[in-house]
Nanobody, 129 residues
Framework: QVQLVESGGGLVQPGGSLRLSCSAS?????????IAWFRQVPGKEREGIAAIASHDGSVYYSESVKGRFTISRDNANKMGYLQMNSLEPEDTGVYYCAAGGVGWPVARMWPVANEYDYWGQGTQVTVSS
């Protein structure tokens, strides 16, 4: 059984940085073909903000985080990371790690939450002075 566990959230001032980690266990390498990060705020749908594919390391970002966030992964240790810099109050939300993506057209499908097979429990990020 695949499990994803996020860590690294917390309270940070505007302009600050945080690094989120996603630890995966169980499953096969194909279960983690794509690792992605989603963000959700109350009353809104879960938003895909970054994804990384295992086969070629391709990365994808939403316009809202491009240039500020960096996604990475360590395949050997089944870890995913999201480095978040220049944080803004609008980045506040619960951040989820997701995995899946076998057989996808990754460039098109990565922001679609329903396409992922596995999810973590989420970690809260609050950007406030």
């Amino acid at each position: 059984q695949v499990q994803l566990v996020e860590s690294g959230g917390g309270l940070v001032q505007p302009g600050g940085s945080l690094r989120l980690s996603c630890s995966a266990s169980g499953g096969f390498a194909s279960d983690f073909h794509v690792i992605a990060w989603f963000r959700q705020v109350p009353g809104k749908e879960r938003e895909g903000i970054a994804a990384i594919a295992s086969h070629d390391g391709s990365v994808y970002y939403s316009e809202s985080v491009k240039g500020r966030f960096t996604i990475s992964r360590d395949n050997a240790n089944k870890m995913g990371y999201l480095q978040m810099n220049s944080l803004e109050p609008e980045d506040t939300g619960v951040y989820y790690c997701a995995a899946g993506g076998v057989g996808w057209p990754v460039a098109r499908m990565w922001p679609v939450a329903n396409e992922y097979d596995y999810w973590g429990q989420g970690t809260q990020v609050t950007v406030s002075s």
